[in-house]
Nanobody, 121 residues
Framework: QVQLVESGGGLVQAGGSLRLSCAAS????????MGWFRQSPGKEREFVAA????????RYADSVKGRFTISRDNAKNTQYLQMNSLKPEDTAVYYC??????????????WGQGTQVTVSS
């Protein structure tokens, strides 16, 4: 019902910035809360950020608060993750996700394929 495609990953030096994009299919994009997750080798997938359907409310993991900003453009069926002041610890595969169950939901129904972000020292 919903397909998600991430883009914008790459290699960046510590302290630099990247902007990830996630393009979504479907005709009811604005009804979904959107989120970003990441996974490093040998570690569990972790929550990064989420934004509600209207773009009014957001939440972030403590590890990225103040450095990352999540946003969305419902007219383009796209969400974004602006990542500033990147650290080597941010290196991971980043996944776009969508849930119909609201901003506080811990369960996401749809997932993208992931995009690699590598931050060098």
């Amino acid at each position: 019902q919903v397909q998600l495609v991430e883009s914008g990953g790459g290699l960046v030096q510590a302290g630099g910035s990247l902007r990830l994009s996630c393009a979504a299919s479907g005709r009811t994009f604005s009804s979904y809360t959107m989120g970003w997750f990441r996974q490093s080798p040998g570690k569990e997938r972790e929550f990064v950020a989420a934004i509600d359907g209207s773009g009014t409310n957001t939440r972030y993991a403590d590890s990225v608060k103040g450095r990352f900003t999540i946003s969305r453009d419902n007219a383009k069926n796209t969400q974004y993750l602006q990542m500033n002041s990147l650290k080597p610890e941010d290196t991971a595969v980043y996944y776009c996700a969508a849930t119909p169950w609201g901003l506080a939901s811990r369960v996401y129904k749809y997932w993208g394929q992931g995009t690699q972000v590598t931050v060098s020292s």
